[in-house]
């Protein structure tokens, strides 16, 4: 097989919307700044209503930092402030900035120690299976900061489902598209953007998440790739 990996998308929608959501997932795979795909893998799954769990959308806040170096002490101090040790929190950052090629999915550290705790090596764990449940409410709360973007959106969603884990504590993000270079950190307590968390160009991005050492990874792991979750927006609050 192998091949990078150059993106992934998730929607729940019901089943008359199936054919058209399908169809608008395809052109976006055809025209992504990562490239040109190979090959595009479609997915449709049925779900049952009833086995769908709800979880609040996290408030947005964003801290100013004007460089990487900045951003990246402003990255660590957001993931102290949410629990993670300092040593864990430059741990995860190490961790992502020694990556030499994208995961298609996320590394879980120890929120203590610092230490990788999934055995899933270059893979990571992928985050499946979560949707916002009011589009055009949580595109125009975003609209109004002018943050509207597809990477804002998506990643609040998928940022909101892991806060809302057994056992997160927090994670940190930035994107391996080569223009987008505001990153996150994410915890219960909010989705605090961080802007400039790598240059512009550069194609490596991941993601960390923090979790308690006590914490039921095969829990944690079947909630994070298994569990269909909603994103219910509620009010925002923060800059
Ligand atoms: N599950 C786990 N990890 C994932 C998933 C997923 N579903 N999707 C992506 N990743 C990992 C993978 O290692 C990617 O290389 C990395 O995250 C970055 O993914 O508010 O766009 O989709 O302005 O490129 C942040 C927005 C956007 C900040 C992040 O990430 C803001 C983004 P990307
Ligand atoms: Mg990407």
């Keep these: 097989m192998g091949g990078r990996?150059?993106?992934g998308a998730e929607q729940?929608?019901?089943?008359?919307m199936v054919a058209q959501t399908t169809n608008a997932m395809l052109e976006r795979a055809f025209s992504h700044t990562r490239g040109q795909a190979d090959f595009i893998n479609i997915v449709v799954e049925k779900i049952d209503k009833n086995q769908i769990q709800e979880v609040p959308l996290l408030s947005v806040h964003t801290v100013p930092g004007d460089d990487v170096v900045a951003s990246h002490h402003a990255a660590q101090e957001v993931l102290v402030r949410a629990g993670v040790t300092l040593l864990?929190?430059?741990s995860g950052m190490t961790a992502l900035l020694s990556l030499i090629d994208s995961m298609?999915?996320?590394m879980l550290l120890c929120a203590v120690c610092g230490k990788r705790l999934d055995g899933t090596g270059s893979r990571g764990v992928r985050v499946s299976r979560m949707d916002i449940d009011d589009k055009q409410g949580l595109g125009a709360l975003l609209t109004d900061r002018g943050i509207n973007n597809t990477h804002v959106r998506e990643a609040l969603v998928l940022a909101s489902k892991v806060a809302a884990a057994p056992g997160m504590v927090a994670e940190l993000c930035w994107s391996?598209?080569?223009?987008y270079t505001t990153g996150y950190v994410a915890s219960s307590a909010g989705y605090v953007r961080i802007p400039h968390c790598k240059p512009v160009g550069s194609l490596l991005g991941g993601r960390v998440f923090f979790v308690k050492p006590d914490a039921e990874l095969d829990t944690i792991i079947t909630y994070l790739s298994q569990q269909p979750v909603l994103v219910r927006p509620m009010i925002c609050e923060g800059v």
């Design 12 to 16: 729940i929608v019901s089943q008359e």
């Design 88 to 90: 864990a929190a430059q």
């Design 176 to 179: 391996d598209d080569p223009e």
């Design 104 to 106: 298609g999915g996320a």
């Design 5 to 7: 990996h150059i993106s």
